[in-house]
């Protein structure tokens, strides 16, 4: 038995993009992770130091 033809309706599979693109955006998620840390430690911070300043308020 013979393969079927296939009659073009598959797409083809999309080609890798260049290394520059991948390296640049996983450089975007790395980033996007490390301000998300920072803000949270920040807002961590400004929590624990209004809490100092209110218990020694009190």
Request: no cysteine; charged share 25%; hydrophobic share 35%.
């Amino acid at each position: 038995m013979s393969k079927p033809e296939s009659k073009g309706n598959s797409p083809d599979p999309e080609p890798l993009p260049p290394r520059w693109i991948r390296r640049a955006r996983r450089l975007r998620d790395e980033a996007g992770l490390h301000l998300l840390r920072g803000a949270a430690t920040a807002a961590g911070g400004a929590v624990v130091a209004y809490g100092g300043l209110w218990i020694q308020s009190r």
